[in-house]
């Protein structure tokens, strides 16, 4: 057997096993516990019109149908299998959407698995458990079929005809089952087919004169393949409103509040893409392959990308899958890629240094992931001990939650906990979600929300995450206000009840006196207590150590407190007990050492 072929099967094998780890982590993504909500209402009640999650929306319609599928299929995997269901859903997926890249180039697998490994190692971030999930597989699908038609070869007419008419036949089929997976995200397989028809106008108007390719039966396919196309579009239940959530996701100024929403920053931008753009007008610039269409595709997508961070994607994606059918037609290209597998050494070496700069690129992500525990099966559920504590004590009346939690409430909740926002922007309107984002830091502005809406518990994402924010949100305001009573506290999550009949027991039983979520989180509560309060505090703390089983701040304070009391064995104790709740963590470790 050649080398050639050796290093081919094992770098495609080896590229679809790193993809496919790249794949692997827990569901710890917010949206993803309303898509599967989504998906269960859909299977047993039927098409949704009425929003039956915010009790802010009572009444209102419900708008977020355009990926009712996706939903569907999140919520059967879910039931038959829990997270792993979910997540070999996404390993599979991700594995189909870079390998089908490679099969615009099935005789070089060598070297086009090392782009498309750099591409997963990109794409990391954005394998979120959502629809866009389908998205990219349909888009890498939608590339290799608009790739094979720029390659159709000039035979005889009815051969050419019947090649085109075939491939568009592939391309409505696809363009039905992803409206419904994703809705409008569809639209940007007209991209892709515009710059395939220019190109051919481009190549027909070189030869005949506009009447006459307008006469031609490959222009008349294109036509009525776009046509076919728009129809497709619309076969969903979701119908036109495709169009019209589409152009809200782009035009309304919600848009502004959610951070994949946002254009992406240099930094980010080139962290994730700069690589993809090298090699894709390096591509470009030395082989001009069907040049038109590569322009074309080119600009749309790179200014696609530059508008919203979930864009960048799609750039990618079309980046890596231009580059492989750029290179595929370059003589030169060719023939050093042959050189270099002739010579077993060259090759062998050169496979290892490839693999290398793989590894030495994916390391701070998989660092990062280690870190927050998210590289294995299970689901990250931040919120989850807040859920329990919340459904335990019977807290009554209207829930006020931040944005980034909506979605785990519901899938909890429903239906008979129904939450104040989740994560779905254009339904709730601009003025809504900038009163809901301000009130974080404007009291007077909480104080509106609290009144219109008459919210009686929050449950409170406190860690800062936007930039603009100078104190902890929504916390610093009510740990102040008389009216709100801190009942429950972990490391992420915040817990406040109203002073109501309803919740006189659970605020007796449960309101912390000392601690806050600010000094609890920045560490800072033993500047702020009186020594007279150490035993309080002492008490507090051995309570959010019990109540919160997988937290360790608790316990670091705990630990501090121990060894300021020369009671070294029970600070020890505190922290290894941290060590073994979060052994990725390094502050107890640290800390021990220290003893």
Wanted: proline share 3%; hydrophobic share 50%; with cysteine.
């Amino acid at each position: 057997m050649s080398t050639r072929r050796v290093l081919s099967g094992f770098v495609l094998a080896l590229a679809l096993l790193f993809i496919a780890w790249i794949a692997l982590s827990k569901i710890h993504d917010s949206d993803f516990w309303w898509h599967v909500t989504a998906g269960k209402i859909f299977r047993s009640s039927g098409w949704i019109t009425v929003d039956p999650f915010a009790h802010t929306r009572i009444g209102e319609s419900y708008l977020a149908t355009q990926s009712w599928l996706s939903e569907y299929l999140f919520s059967v995997l879910w039931d038959l299998n829990g997270a792993t269901g979910v997540i070999l859903l996404r390993m599979i997926l991700i594995v189909l959407t870079l390998g089908t890249l490679l099969l615009i180039d099935p005789r070089r697998f060598w070297p086009n698995a090392f782009f498309v490994m750099m591409a997963a190692i990109a794409l990391r971030s954005s394998l979120l458990d959502r629809p866009q999930l389908f998205t990219y597989l349909c888009f890498s699908l939608a590339i290799f079929i608009t790739f094979k038609i720029l390659e159709s070869p000039e035979e005889s007419h009815k051969n050419r005809t019947q090649f085109l008419i075939g491939m568009f036949v592939f391309l409505a089929a696809l363009q039905v089952l992803w409206s419904n997976l994703h809705g409008g995200a569809s639209l940007v397989l007209f991209g892709l087919v515009g710059a395939v028809f220019l190109q051919y106008l481009f190549d027909a108007l070189r030869e005949q004169s506009i009447s006459a390719v307008l006469r031609r039966k490959e222009t008349i396919i294109f036509v009525c393949g776009i046509a076919v196309l728009c129809v497709g579009f619309l076969l969903t239940p979701s119908g036109f409103s495709n169009v019209t959530y589409t152009l809200d996701l782009f035009t309304d100024q919600t848009s502004q509040f959610i951070r994949e929403w946002r254009t992406p920053g240099f930094t980010l931008y080139a962290k994730q893409l700069l690589f993809a753009w090298v090699l894709v007008l390096s591509s470009v610039q030395f082989t001009r392959y069907k040049p038109v269409a590569s322009v074309a595709l080119l600009v749309m997508f790179g200014l696609l990308s530059m508008t919203a961070v979930r864009h960048m994607a799609l750039f990618l994606l079309l980046a890596i899958g231009l580059t492989i059918l750029q290179l595929k037609h370059n003589e030169e290209w060719n023939r050093t890629i042959e050189k270099i597998l002739s010579k077993p050494k060259v090759a062998i070496g050169s496979t290892f240094l490839g693999l290398f700069v793989i590894a030495f690129a994916n390391e701070p992500a998989r660092i990062t992931f280690a870190r927050n525990d998210f590289d294995t099966f299970g689901t990250h559920e931040p919120a989850s001990t807040a859920y329990t504590f919340i459904e335990e004590n019977n807290l009554a009346g209207n829930m006020f939650n931040t944005y980034g939690l909506g979605g785990y409430l519901i899938f909890r909740g429903y239906p008979n906990r129904k939450v104040f926002v989740d994560g779905r922007n254009v339904d709730y309107g601009f003025d809504f979600l900038k009163d809901t984002l301000d009130a974080a830091q404007d009291e007077n502005i909480w104080r509106k929300l609290e009144d219109e809406y008459d919210l009686t518990y929050a449950v409170i994402e406190f860690i800062p995450t936007e930039e603009q924010w100078e104190r902890y949100p929504y916390v610093w305001h009510l740990d102040k206000n008389l009216l709100w009573h801190l009942v429950f506290l972990d490391e992420e999550i915040a817990v406040y009840v109203k002073d109501t009949p309803e919740h006189s027991k659970v605020t007796a039983d449960y309101e912390y006196k000392v601690l806050t979520p600010e000094n609890f989180h920045r560490f800072t509560v033993f500047e702020e207590i009186l020594p007279e309060q150490i035993n309080t505090l002492e008490q507090e703390l051995l309570r959010q150590v019990n109540e919160a089983p997988k937290s360790i701040q608790g316990l670091l304070l705990l630990a501090e407190i121990y060894k300021a009391s020369g009671l070294t064995a029970d600070a020890e104790h505190a922290l290894r007990e941290a060590m073994r709740r979060q052994p990725h963590r390094t502050e107890p470790k640290e800390l021990l050492l220290r003893l």
